[in-house]
C-alpha cells in the first residue's frame, strides 16, 4: 500500500477541481534508494548547484548556506491536501540561510529522476531564509534521465526579510509519464521583493502552487510563467498572493499554449486583507489553443477586504490569429514557420523577463525546440 | 502572367465572385474598379490563397501553372504579391526580422544565396526611403500601432524589398491624404517594370491620375462586366457605375 494514499486530495476538494491525483493511489512506488547519476549526463548548472537525485540531496557543490534538518510537519489547517502529504512524508527539510547584507549569487536546485525501472515517489523539502538586504537567485530545475513515472511533491518555504531580493527561476522538464507537485511558499518583510519566473514544459500530471504572503509595508512580487503541455499533459498552476498590510504590489502574467491533447489550468487568487490599502494587484492570463482537441481553464478570484487598493484582472483564451497567418504566409513565410513565429511571440513577452541571461537561454531553446518549424526564430530573438 | 478564366469563389456559403475573366500581361497595370462590395478583395485574397476562399469553378493560371493549387507562401515565393485592404497587426513581431525573414524565403525558394545582415539592412535602407516612412518603424512589431498611412507605405515598401513579378495592391490608396497618396503613387511607379505586372484595386479613380494603368476594369457583382482605356477611369469619376451596370445587365 502507498503511503501516499492516506494523504491524496479527497473527492470535492475545490483546490483540485480541474486536477485529479487520484491515479497516484493505483501506482506502486518505491522509496527513493540512494540513487546514481551521471554527471555528465546532467545539464550545465546555472550557478551553486544542490543536486537531488530522486528526491534525495547528494551533492552540495559549492553552495555554503546549505544544512539539514527535521521536516516541517506542522502546516496550518488551510493548506492543501498535497502540502499536508509532502509534510507527513518529508524525511529532511533542507535549508539554505543567505546572511543578511550578502549576495548569495545564482543557487539552483536540481531535482533530477535518475534512470531507474520502478517509479520513485519522493517528498523533498526546502527551507530557504533570506537576511535582511540580501540578494539571491534560486532556480528551481526539473530533469529526467530516464523515462521513469515518478511522483515528487517539493515543498519550498521561504522567509525573505526586511529589503532582501529573491528571484526565483522554475524550469520543469520531467519526464513524460511523471507526476510533479510543487508547493512553494514566500513570506515577505518590508521592502521586500519576490520574482518568480516559472516554465513548465514536461511531465504528465503537473501541479504548482505557489502562494506569496506580502507581510510587510512596500513588499512586492511578480509572478510570470509559462505553461506549454501537449499531448497527455496537464499543467496546472494555482498562486495566492496574500496583500497583509498597506502599500505592496503584486504583478502576475501567466500564459498558456496547449497542443492538442493538452490541458492547461490557473487559478489566480488575489486576496486583500482589512486595511491594506494602497494595495496594488494587477494579473493577467492568456492561453492558446494550437487545436480543437486542448483545452484551458482559467479562473481569477479576487477576495478583498480593503478600500482603497487598484487591483485588475484579465483572462483570455483563443486561437492562433488567423489573419497574422494568412498575412506571414503572404509573405514567403511556411504554415509551420508561421504558426511557430505566432507562438514565440504569444511566448516571448513573458520569457524575455527572465534576469538570469544564461537561464533565459536555456529555457528559450527549451521552448524552441517544442515549436514545429522554430528555425526561422533566430532571426527573431 | 496571369490569366483568370470564369472564376467562381464562394465566401461563407455564398458565392461572391461570378465567372471572372482578367488578363495581364507582364509590364502592364490594370485597374479594377467597383463599388463596395463588388467582389475585388475576394478577388485580391483568393489569388492570394487565402484559406476559407471556396473555388467552385474556372481557373486562375500564373505563368502558366495552376495558381489555386498553391499555398499562399508558395505564391508569395514564386512572386505573387498582395498589398492588403488592411495589413494586419502582429504583436511581438519583429517588422524587420520578419522582412528578413520573407526575403530569405523567397531567395532559399529561387535557389539564390541568403542575404546576410549587412546586405539585408542595406536593402531595407534604401527601399524604405522610396516609401519615406520612419525607419525606426522597422523595430516596432508590424504593423502595431501605425497609422494607417504607415501601413499603406509599408505594405509599398514590404514589395520594393520582395520585388514581386505580379503585384495586387488592394486599396492601398483609400484612407491617405494627398501627400501620402503621391508618395505611395511614387513608390508604386518606381517599381513599375517590363517584367512586373500590377493589378490595382480601387474604389477611387484618385490613385490613377498618378499611376496611369494600361487597361481599367469595372467589377460589379462578382464580374468583370467593362473594360477600357485609362479614360474610363474618369467616366466612371463622373458618371458614378450605375450607367456601366446597367449597360452590362441590357448587354
Ligand atoms: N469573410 C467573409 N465572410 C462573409 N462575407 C464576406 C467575407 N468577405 C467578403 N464577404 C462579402 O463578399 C462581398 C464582397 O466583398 P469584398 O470582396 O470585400 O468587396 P469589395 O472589396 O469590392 O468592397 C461582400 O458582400 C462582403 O460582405
Ligand atoms: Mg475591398
Known amino acids: 500500500m502507498n503511503a501516499l494514499v492516506d494523504w491524496l486530495p479527497r473527492p470535492g476538494d475545490e483546490a483540485y477541481k480541474y486536477t485529479s491525483f487520484a491515479a497516484l ?10 540513487g546514481t547519476v551521471d554527471a555528465a549526463q546532467l545539464p ?21 548556506e546549505c544544512g539539514s534538518g527535521a521536516p516541517h510537519r506542522d502546516l496550518p489547517e488551510s493548506a492543501t491536501a ?28 536540481l531535482f533530477a529522476s535518475s534512470d531507474h525501472a520502478t517509479p520513485v515517489a519522493s517528498y523533498p523539502q526546502v527551507t530557504v531564509t533570506v537576511g535582511a538586504n540580501a540578494k539571491v537567485t534560486l532556480v528551481e530545475r526539473h530533469v529526467a534521465l530516464g523515462e521513469a513515472q515518478d511522483f515528487t511533491n517539493l515543498a519550498i518555504d521561504m522567509q525573505v526579510a526586511r529589503g532582501a531580493c529573491v528571484t526565483h527561476i522554475a524550469l520543469q522538464q520531467g519526464a513524460t509519464g511523471a507526476a510533479l507537485a510543487t508547493g512553494l511558499h514566500a513570506t515577505l518583510a518590508v521592502d521586500a521583493q519576490f520574482d518568480s519566473h516559472a516554465v513548465h514544459l514536461g511531465g504528465a500530471l503537473v501541479r504548482a502552487d505557489l502562494t506569496v504572503t506580502l507581510a510587510g509595508r512596500g513588499a512586492r512580487c511578480a509572478l510570470y510563467g509559462v505553461h506549454l503541455p501537449g499531448m497527455r499533459q496537464h499543467i496546472d498552476t494555482h498562486t495566492r498572493i496574500e496583500h497583509m498590510v498597506r502599500d505592496t504590489t503584486s504583478v502576475e502574467e501567466y500564459r498558456a499554449v496547449v497542443d492538442r491533447g493538452g490541458r492547461s489550468v490557473f487559478n489566480g487568487k488575489v486576496f486583500v486583507a482589512k486595511g491594506a490599502d494602497g494595495t496594488d494587484a494587477q494579473q493577467f492570463n492568456a492561453n492558446l489553443l494550437l487545436s480543437e482537441q486542448a483545452e484551458a481553464d482559467t479562473k481569477p478570484e479576487l477576495e478583498i477586504y480593503a478600500d482603497d487598493v487598484k487591483c485588475a484582472h484579465g483572462a483570455t483564451v ?47 531553446d527549451a521552448v524552441l525546440a517544442r515549436l514545429p518549424d522554430a528555425g526561422l526564430i533566430g532571426e527573431f530573438r | 502572367m ?30 479594377i474598379m467597383g463599388p463596395n462590395g463588388s467582389g475585388k ?43 492588403f485592404q488592411y495589413p494586419v497587426e502582429i504583436p511581438g513581431v519583429n517588422n524587420v526580422y520578419f522582412l528578413k525573414a520573407a526575403i530569405n524565403a523567397v531567395r532559399r525558394h529561387r535557389g539564390e544565396q541568403e542575404l546576410d545582415a549587412m546586405d539585408f539592412l ?108 485609362p479614360e474610363l477611369a474618369k467616366e466612371l469619376e463622373t458618371r458614378g457605375y450605375d450607367w456601366v451596370v446597367q449597360e452590362a445587365r441590357s448587354a
Open chain 2, 2 to 31: 496571369l490569366k483568370i478564366e470564369n472564376l467562381k469563389v464562394r465566401v461563407a456559403g455564398q458565392e461572391i465572385l461570378k465567372g471572372l475573366d482578367l488578363e495581364v500581361n507582364a509590364g502592364e497595370v490594370h485597374a
Open chain 1, 318 to 364: 483563443g486561437k492562433l490569429d488567423e489573419a497574422a497567418m494568412f498575412y506571414l504566409r503572404t509573405r514567403g513565410i511556411g504554415v509551420e514557420a508561421a504558426r511557430s513565429v505566432l507562438i514565440w511571440a504569444f511566448v516571448e513577452t513573458v520569457l524575455t523577463k527572465i534576469p538570469l541571461a544564461d537561464a533565459r537561454r536555456s529555457i528559450e
Open chain 1, 44 to 64: 550545465a548548472p546555472f550557478g551553486a548547484r544542490l543536486l537531488f537525485v530522486d528526491g534525495r540531496l547528494q551533492d552540495r557543490d559549492g553552495a555554503p
Open chain 2, 41 to 83: 478583395s475576394t478577388l485580391a485574397h483568393v489569388l492570394a490563397g487565402r484559406p476559407g476562399y471556396e473555388v467552385t469553378g474556372g481557373s486562375a493560371l500564373y505563368e502558366g501553372r495552376d495558381l489555386l493549387a498553391m499555398a499562399p507562401e508558395e505564391r508569395a515565393r514564386e512572386g505573387v504579391f498582395l498589398a
Open chain 1, 82 to 109: 498535497l502540502r499536508k502529504m509532502n509534510a507527513a512524508l518529508a524525511t529532511e527539510s533542507i535549508t539554505l540561510d543567505i546572511p543578511p547584507d550578502t549576495d548569495a549569487g545564482v543557487i539552483e536546485l
Open chain 2, 122 to 229: 542595406a536593402l531595407v535602407k534604401e527601399r524604405i526611403k522610396l516609401v519615406e516612412l520612419d525607419e525606426s518603424l522597422l523595430n516596432r512589431s508590424i504593423n502595431e500601432g501605425f497609422s494607417g498611412g504607415e501601413k499603406k507605405r509599408n505594405e509599398i515598401f514590404q514589395m520594393a524589398v520582395l520585388e514581386p513579378k505580379l503585384a495586387l495592391l488592394d486599396e492601398t490608396d483609400s484612407g491617405l491624404d494627398i501627400d501620402a497618396l503621391r508618395v505611395v503613387a511614387a513608390g508604386i511607379n518606381a517599381l513599375r517594370s517590363p517584367d512586373r505586372a500590377m493589378v490595382l484595386v480601387t474604389h477611387y479613380q484618385r490613385l490613377l491620375d498618378y499611376v496611369k494603368p494600361d487597361v481599367v476594369h469595372v467589377l460589379s457583382a462578382g464580374r468583370i462586366v467593362k473594360s477600357g482605356p
Open chain 1, 25 to 34: 493511489a493505483r501506482r506502486k512506488y518505491a522509496a527513493p534508494a540512494p
